[in-house]
């Protein structure tokens, strides 16, 4: 099993940079590709971004460019930098990590972005 925790949220301005973090935790070596999702209000969950263990990353389209992902394996931890959010950004950002072995995906409790002026 692996535990995930997010933290970085809050409440920003647009277009003030902010930067997620979620740790790992429990059987990390098990872990392959992480990433973000996240659900706004009324709205069904997307994907943000992923990155693979060799730091290969994908981005949904919507947000290339804006947002950043990235990983540091010795700490099984993912980052996600955002980049002039906007308002339409607030959600709550889920990550997630998929087990290299039985493709099982876990999921962390959510890490809540407000963007408002």
């Known amino acids: 099993q692996v535990q995930l925790l997010e933290s970085g949220g809050g409440l920003v301005e647009p277009g003030e940079s902010l930067t997620l973090r979620c740790i790992g935790s429990?059987?990390?070596?098990?872990?392959?590709?992480m990433g973000w999702y996240r659900q706004a209000p009324g709205k069904e969950r997307e994907l943000v971004a992923t990155?693979?263990?060799?730091?290969?990353?994908d981005n949904a389209a919507s947000m290339e460019g804006r947002f950043t992902i990235s990983r540091d394996n010795a700490k099984a931890t993912v980052y996600l930098k955002m980049n002039s959010p906007k308002p339409e950004d607030t959600a709550i950002y889920y990550c997630?990590?998929?087990?290299?072995?039985?493709?099982?995906?876990?999921w962390g409790q959510g890490t809540r972005v407000t963007v408002s002026s």
């Open positions: 990155v693979t263990e060799s730091g290969t990353t």
């Open positions: 429990g059987n990390i070596f098990t872990i392959g590709t």
């Open positions: 997630t990590a998929r087990d290299k072995f039985t493709s099982e995906d876990y």
